[in-house]
């Protein structure tokens, strides 16, 4: 059997023997993608003669398909079928190299997602993020919804440069950008098993037998956006979490699920320590790890509208603490929806 080395090695010798007439000249790397949370894949590219857009096709995976029994060639042809469909792309796509350049194009698509600052600190040498807490927002172009979920690009502190545009800028299109292209939600527990189990065909009689009222302090909240891609930023929209404390009555506690949804519970329901303690049990068992956000957990007063680490501290962290407490806006100088687990 191939070790990885190996196997990376033949899936570049050999990708251009599987591909289809038209395909002869086509440059073929192989290079590490850093993804969140530090997590590094290895990727195969093969960039067509005359194209200016390689797709990534993630070798990680399929190592462990060969290592399962399957035969090298059914998966260099699957390889092959994925160049094939990823390296025509629509219309919309076919010249976002230069679209990307235009400031025009990339000002009303600039939107934000939330990382853990610790676990990405070799991620936030590169690119433009503002810290909030134990948490980083980082920035995106967003170019649209297609059939393997929503498609984005990382902007990374070079892209700042030919655009002519500050952290703060970025910061401040992406708060407005993200919730008119991703609208937050927010649904209370009772309501997404509701639609669960109506997807599911479950009549309204057994719906309502299983799922009784509660009060609104005693329920949980989940929220994310339209998407369900990144929707624990929408954690930072002050104004969806002072409207959901005062349906609740109480401040909040605001639970980090995973980088794709966040839960809200009123703070009368538990201690912040006792809901980190299940929020880090969680994370370590059912969250993935390039998929997790934080062990931690924040508070939202109703009355300050501020939201801060409510089990410990930036400084007990040993993190850089953020001005005013609010955020921290840091530039360096150097240049589908995917599933996700719910608690």
Known sequence: MLSFEEFKDYCREHILEALPDGYEDAKVSVNEV???????????????????????????????????????????DEMADLCVKHSNPS???????????????????????????EKNADLLKDVPHTNRED???????????????????????????????????????????????????VQS?????????????????????LLQDMPADQQ????????????????FYEDVLSDLAEKVGTDLYILPSSVHEC????????????????????????????????????????ETKKLALADTTVEALGLAVAENNTYDATQTTTEGNRPHNRR
């Open 34 to 76: 850093l993804k969140n949370n530090g997590k590094a894949l290895t990727a195969l590219s093969v960039l067509p003669d005359g194209k200016n857009i390689a797709p990534n096709i993630y070798l990680d995976g399929f190592y462990m398909e060969y290592e399962r029994g399957t035969e090298l060639d059914t998966i260099m």
């Open 91 to 117: 219309e919309d796509f076919s010249n976002i190299g230069e679209q990307f350049k235009n400031i025009d194009f990339v000002k009303d698509r600039i939107i934000m997602a939330a990382v853990s600052r």
């Open 135 to 185: 948490l980083a927002l980082i920035y995106k172009v967003y170019l649209g919804n297609g059939e393997d979920g929503v498609a984005t690009i990382t902007i990374h502190n070079s892209h700042l440069d030919f655009w002519g545009l500050s952290v703060n800028e970025v910061h401040e299109l992406a708060m407005k950008n993200t919730r008119e292209l991703l609208p937050v939600t």
């Open 189 to 209: 527990m009772n309501e997404v098993m509701r639609e669960l189990f109506s997807k599911d065909g479950m009549d309204d009689d057994m719906m309502e037998a």
């Open 220 to 235: 949980m909240y989940v929220i994310t956006n339209q998407s369900r891609l990144n929707g624990a930023a929408s954690m």
């Open 263 to 302: 839960i809200a519970v009123s703070c009368k329901l538990n201690t912040p320590d006792a809901l980190a303690e299940m929020v880090s049990e969680i994370n370590e068992g059912q969250v993935a790890a390039d998929e997790q956000l934080s062990d931690h957990v924040y508070h939202f007063s109703a």
